[in-house]
T-cell receptor
Framework: GAVVSQHPSWVICKSGTSVKIECRSL??????MFWYRQFPKQSLMLMAT?????????EQGVEKDKFLINHASLTLSTLTVTSAHPEDSSFYIC???????????FGNGTRLTVT | LAKTTQPISMDSYEGQEVNITCSHN???????ITWYQQFPSQGPRFIIQ???TKVTNEVASLFIPADRKSSTLSLPRVSLSDTAVYYC????????????FGAGTRLFVKA
């Protein structure tokens, strides 16, 4: 089946630094990928839609300059949390569809802790 | 986007059948119903998807009435390892369709 891989699975960084999270579709191509954020005991919140070869589309309230998304190829999207602060600590999850008529497949998430 | 409503939590015992019902009154004609399972610190895992009537796979069944305004995920003979959050999602399966998560149902399976 379709596999979405995220890297790293966890990262700890200092306040003010930037962190890049990679999302790869391992055995299929994805023109669109989605980034979610999840706080403890809460549901997933859609942050942005990553579009291959064009700009990402951000949900209301998500700062595009803080959460930089790059979808440079059909199998890779990256999310960079710039100038991270403790309130950015969260679980970040990406997803993609293998094609039309396919459900979303999710990566295993990245736990970001900003100290 | 069709909104979904599920029970916040459910308790069960090992070996029992668990049915989780999801309401989606404003489901659109082209929308599918998809259920996911999520364990702590992991991404959601696809369980089952359907459009109408009944769908069954090796882990679950999905019952969808004719009006499609609700659906029921049935987990046969649950075990402790089925303790997780279950999400009911409604939407199209086209590549760029945004999927919005509801609160989900926390299932606790007891010994």
């Amino acid at each position: 089946g379709a596999v979405v891989s995220q890297h790293p699975s966890w990262v700890i960084c200092k306040s003010g630094t930037s962190v890049k999270i990679e999302c790869r579709s391992l055995d299929f191509q994805a023109t669109t990928m989605f980034w979610y954020r999840q706080f403890p005991k809460q549901s997933l919140m859609l942050m942005a839609t990553s579009n291959e070869g064009s700009k990402a589309t951000y949900e209301q309230g998500v700062e595009k300059d803080k959460f930089l998304i790059n979808h440079a190829s059909l199998t890779l999207s990256t999310l960079t949390v710039t100038s991270a602060h403790p309130e950015d600590s969260s679980f970040y999850i990406c997803s993609a569809r293998e094609g039309n008529d396919s459900p979303l497949h999710f990566g295993n998430g990245t736990r970001l802790t900003v100290t | 986007l069709a909104k979904t409503t599920q029970p916040i939590s459910m308790d069960s015992y090992e070996g029992q059948e668990v049915n989780i019902t999801c309401s989606h009154n404003n489901i659109a004609t082209n929308d599918y119903i998809t259920w996911y399972q999520q364990f702590p610190s992991q991404g959601p895992r696809f369980i089952i998807q359907g459009y109408k009537t009944k769908v069954t796979n090796e882990v679950a069944s999905l019952f969808i009435p004719a009006d499609r305004k609700s659906s029921t995920l049935s987990l046969p003979r649950v075990s402790l390892s089925d303790t997780a959050v279950y999400y009911c999602l409604v939407g199209r399966n086209t590549g760029g369709f945004k999927t919005i998560f509801g609160a989900g149902t926390r299932l606790f399976v007891k010994a």
